[in-house]
């Protein structure tokens, strides 16, 4: 069983920055292929980046590229989504998941999920 807590999320205007936290206690963190998906109100959930167990390979969804980047500290059993230039269209609830899948954008092959922390830009 993997447990995942996010943090980070807040209030910020257009053009403002947040950095989001994942971290889990499991030992076999760095088996697992890490992703970022949101969900804003009244849509569907939507894959934002994931990243592969060592690090080294990343993949994101072509609206957030060049401004969202996902990095993650093995040791400390953290992955983080950095959010720069943020629109009011990326208010939503952000959520970290766990795969064993390679670097999927698919949320149905995720096990393991976090409870979400919102992220909401003003315009």
């Known amino acids: 069983q993997v447990q995942l807590v996010e943090s980070g999320g807040g209030l910020v205007q257009a053009g403002g920055s947040l950095r989001l936290s994942c971290a889990t206690s499991?030992?076999?963190?760095?088996?697992?292929?890490m992703g970022w998906f949101r969900q804003a109100p009244g849509k569907e959930r939507e894959f934002v980046a994931t990243i592969s167990g060592s690090g080294s390979s990343t993949y994101y969804v072509d609206s957030v590229k060049g401004r969202f980047t996902i990095s993650r500290d093995n040791a400390k059993k953290t992955v983080y989504l950095q959010l720069n230039s943020l629109k009011p269209e990326d208010t939503a609830n952000y959520y970290c998941?766990?795969?064993?899948?390679?670097?999927?954008?698919?949320?149905?092959?995720?096990?393991?999920w976090g409870q979400g922390t919102q992220v909401t830009v003003s315009s």
């Open positions: 998941a766990a795969t064993r899948r390679f670097l999927s954008d698919d949320a149905s092959a995720y096990n393991y």
């Open positions: 499991s030992g076999t963190f760095m088996l697992y292929t």
